[in-house]
């Protein structure tokens, strides 16, 4: 079999093989076929919806009937590379309390 022989057979697996890769992850646009896709319960897929785990637009859309439909690609790359999301939480400084003898240094009164 020649060099030319070899890789036309080659391209030809592959191109089977993706058309196979198409019509695998094209089922996974729904929560469903997600969670069992990355081996996860809906309500994480939920859970990372809601803390931008999984971004609007990136990772999902809201279809015509107002649904999440996932983006299979990127529920493909997702799971080649998760990235967790994590929201710093905002702390208001007015809420905040301090032992007593923090709070005399960092109001700034002098001891003895």
């Known amino acids: 079999m020649s060099i030319e022989e070899t890789l036309s057979l080659i391209l030809q697996k592959l191109e089977n093989n993706e058309e196979l890769l198409q019509l695998s992850i094209s089922t996974l646009t729904t929560r469903k076929e997600v969670a069992r896709f990355l081996n996860k ?19 999902y859309f809201i279809n015509e009937k107002k649904r999440v439909e996932f983006i299979p690609f990127a529920i ?9 999301a994590i929201t710093p939480k905002q702390i208001d400084e007015s809420k905040k309390i301090y032992h007593s003898s923090v709070k005399s240094i960092t109001e ?3 001891v003895g």
């Open 41 to 59: 319960s809906e309500k994480t897929i939920d859970n990372w919806i809601t803390n931008n785990t999984f971004q609007e637009n990136v990772h």
């Open 76 to 84: 493909l790359e997702f799971k080649k590379a998760p990235k967790k």
């Open 108 to 110: 700034g009164l002098k």
